[in-house]
């Protein structure tokens, strides 16, 4: 029976078979460790991930090495990657949630001169923020729509966190530049809000 390395080392020279074994030794324990993870009814689809990437990252692998040890953190890191995806998705979902809520007390009040009052805001705002740079408009839409933390969106933008800050502080200056004082108050109270 081949040993875990000389197995990575024929899967790297590209015979596929010596990793079809690697995949059916350890699967089982992936599954499992998933499954401890937090994967729950997704542990099949962390752990193909998991081998994927394992995989494409096996030139990297120090032969000596344990294998099993390499493959399992790659599966806790694929576990932690769909909490925080769900986590995020579920802050989203939450968000848009109250967001309807509001729209639809506005809209369910019967106040026509209300509901013309928020869509006016909305459609002002909406045009204010798509005339901002790009980057501009990410930072805004990371901190403030989607309500990532600095940190998340210095991840999710791949910008070390200080210029998450220092964009973010100039971005929602040229944003109140544009925006009318009406609607400047209920940005400072709904970027205080998040802060």
């Not at 030794?25 to 997704?42: E, I, N, S, W």
């Not at 769900?86 to 989203?92: A, E, G, L, Q, Y």
């Amino acid at each position: 029976m081949d040993d875990d390395g000389g197995l990575v080392v024929r899967s790297v020279a590209g015979e596929l078979g010596a990793f079809e074994v690697l995949v059916r030794r350890y699967h089982g324990v992936a599954c499992r460790v998933a499954a401890l993870a937090g994967a729950g009814a997704d542990c099949e689809d962390v752990v193909q991930e998991a081998f994927v990437r394992a995989f494409d990252h096996l030139a990297g692998f120090r032969v000596g090495e344990p294998f099993r040890p390499w493959l399992l953190r790659i599966v806790v890191n694929q576990a932690r990657n769909l909490h925080r995806t769900r986590t995020r998705r579920d802050r989203v979902t939450g968000r848009v949630a109250v967001l309807r809520e509001s729209v639809d007390e506005v809209v369910g009040s019967g106040d026509p001169h209300r509901t013309a009052e928020a869509a006016e805001r909305s459609r002002v705002l909406w045009s204010a923020l798509l005339g901002l740079p790009e980057k501009d408009r990410q930072v805004l839409g990371c901190r403030y729509l989607l309500g990532l933390t600095e940190a998340e969106t210095a991840q999710v933008l791949g910008w070390p966190r200080g210029s998450v800050k220092s964009r973010a502080f100039r971005a929602l200056a040229r944003l109140r530049a544009v925006v009318p004082v009406s609607l400047d108050q209920r940005l400072d109270d709904g970027v205080r809000g998040h802060a």
